[in-house]
């Protein structure tokens, strides 16, 4: 499974990727907008750290202007991934973009019949969110198991990134289901490989260690 920061933020993305478990990231124009840097530069600063797919949203909301801004944005680096919300427009653009070899992170996904028009448009990689689904009372989750079934039916290439995360058992449920991505912010991040009881053992590993090394 891979597993993507999903985070603009330069020093958070730095050690995270310190861990040597990072594969990649995803931002968005709310993450974006938390930073002090301009844009572009933010972007290149990412790239220099991952060595990875970067997505980054296209803005705009006709499929002409979506393919002109994916095409500037794709040109930034070989790594990045563009972004587009699943709207008629943005479907159109994907298509498209992906016909060109423009890799498409379709984004803003709820239901399994947009998943299966983003597959069928050649997106790259497919984003339910599963947190906002989880927020209006609706399962996240199951939404992604349907997404992963139909992918399979049909030998579909799209890769399922588990969007907006908000908790370590998100991630676990989507490696067990085999979803191929999860994006997760850096607070869940560090929350992942803590455990009390790992904590108590060091320190009584190292309470019993004193014994030895005072002989
Ligand atoms: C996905 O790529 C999005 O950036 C992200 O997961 C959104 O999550 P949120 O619901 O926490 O904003």
């Given at each position: 499974?891979?597993i993507f920061i999903?985070s603009?933020?330069v020093?958070?993305i730095k050690?995270v990727a310190s861990?040597?478990?990072l594969d990649g990231v995803t931002?968005?124009?709310?993450?974006?907008?938390?930073?002090?840097?301009?844009?572009?530069?933010?972007i290149?600063q990412i790239c220099d750290i991952v060595d990875g797919p970067i997505s980054?949203?296209?803005?705009?909301?006709?499929?002409?202007?979506?393919?002109?801004?994916?095409?500037?944005?794709?040109?930034?680096h070989?790594n990045?991934?563009?972004?587009?919300?699943?709207?008629?427009?943005?479907?159109?653009?994907?298509?498209?973009?992906?016909?060109?070899?423009?890799?498409?992170?379709?984004?803003?996904?709820?239901?399994?019949?947009?998943?299966?028009?983003?597959?069928?448009?050649?997106?790259?990689?497919?984003?339910?969110?599963?947190?906002?689904?989880?927020?209006?009372?609706?399962?996240?989750?199951?939404?992604?198991?349907?997404?992963?079934?139909?992918?399979?039916?049909?030998?579909?290439?799209?890769?399922?990134?588990?969007?907006?995360?908000?908790?370590?058992?998100?991630?676990?449920?989507?490696?067990?289901?085999?979803?191929?991505?999860?994006?997760?912010?850096?607070?869940?991040?560090?929350?992942?490989?803590?455990?009390?009881?790992?904590?108590?053992?060091?320190?009584?590993?190292?309470?019993?260690?004193?014994?030895?090394?005072?002989?």
């Amino acid at each position: 499974m891979k597993i993507f920061i999903d985070s603009a933020n330069v020093e958070q993305i730095k050690e995270v990727a310190s861990w040597g478990i990072l594969d990649g990231v995803t931002t968005n124009p709310t993450l974006v907008a938390k930073e002090k840097t301009e844009f572009k530069s933010l972007i290149h600063q990412i790239c220099d750290i991952v060595d990875g797919p970067i997505s980054v949203e296209a803005v705009s909301l006709t499929a002409d202007e979506i393919i002109n801004e994916a095409r500037s944005l794709a040109a930034l680096h070989r790594n990045i991934v563009i972004k587009i919300p699943m709207t008629e427009e943005g479907l159109k653009a994907t298509k498209k973009l992906s016909d060109e070899g423009i890799k498409v992170n379709m984004t803003l996904v709820f239901s399994p019949a947009q998943a299966l028009f983003a597959a069928k448009a050649g997106a790259k990689y497919i984003s339910p969110f599963v947190g906002r689904l989880d927020d209006v009372g609706h399962s996240g989750m199951e939404l992604v198991g349907q997404i992963l079934d139909i992918l399979d039916n049909y030998d579909l290439e799209s890769e399922v990134i588990v969007a907006s995360v908000r908790h370590p058992g998100h991630v676990i449920e989507a490696a067990m289901m085999g979803a191929h991505i999860a994006t997760v912010p850096y607070d869940v991040l560090k929350k992942m490989f803590r455990h009390p009881l790992t904590d108590v053992g060091i320190e009584r590993f190292l309470k019993d260690w004193e014994k030895v090394s005072g002989r």
